[in-house]
């Protein structure tokens, strides 16, 4: 058991490369392998169908009025729509912020510019091997892409796990646990 005394991780949305801190970190203790090369994870059969599969090309920009969206062709989407922060899209959806009451929350939308999460989170992570992490009261927990909560709030700070045995590697009372396949928190 790996017991983590000072935590430090970086939230790069301004940034298109994600920060894997406690992943790498979970990975020289355990050990990993790459999977880079793992194509994105398929959701279900009904949102598959939904989706294009042009979100590949969508690239986000920060204007004046809020960060949007262009296509390949360089065609502003979602009918010019501002947010106040974004995420990229990532398996055809893409975190997004909104003011509710001089408050930012968060939610996620997916490759027609559709809400497919609640507005009502802190932060929502990008979507990752069939689930958004989503931020609520300080702690976080897992929703899947129809917006139940299948993992409750209950941890300090994720990373995507770089190991495939697991989705994510979490922090829960200063000790590092993941969430396997099964979408059940384990310790290794």
């Known amino acids: ?4 005394t000072s935590f430090f991780t970086i939230r790069a949305f301004e940034s298109i490369q994600p920060v894997f801190v406690l992943s790498i970190a979970a990975c020289l203790v355990f050990g990993c392998t790459e999977e880079s ?3 994105p994870q398929k959701v279900t059969a009904e949102v598959a169908k939904k989706q294009s599969s042009d979100w590949k090309t969508y690239k986000r920009y920060k204007g004046e009025e809020g960060y949007y969206f262009k296509d390949y062709n360089g065609n502003i989407l979602f009918k010019g729509k501002r947010w106040q922060m974004s995420g990229p899209f990532e398996s055809g ?16 939308i997916d490759s027609k510019g559709s809400p497919v999460l609640n507005c009502e989170y802190e932060k929502v992570g990008p979507f990752y091997k069939g689930l958004f992490p989503v931020l609520l009261n300080g702690l976080w927990g897992f929703a ?8 409750d709030y209950q941890y300090e700070d994720y990373s995507p796990s770089i190991n495939p045995k697991f989705k994510f590697v979490v922090l829960k009372d200063n000790l590092l646990r993941f969430i396997n396949k099964e979408d059940a ?4």
């Not at 899947?144 to 993992?151: D, P, T």
């Not at 928190?185 to 290794?188: A, D, S, T």
């Open 144 to 151: 899947n892409i129809e917006g139940n909560i299948v993992i």
């Open 37 to 39: 090369s793992t194509p």
């Open 185 to 188: 928190e384990v310790l290794e």
């Open 1 to 4: 058991m790996l017991r983590i």
């Open 93 to 108: 959806f893409a975190p997004v912020a909104f003011m509710v009451k001089e408050e930012v929350k968060w939610c996620a």
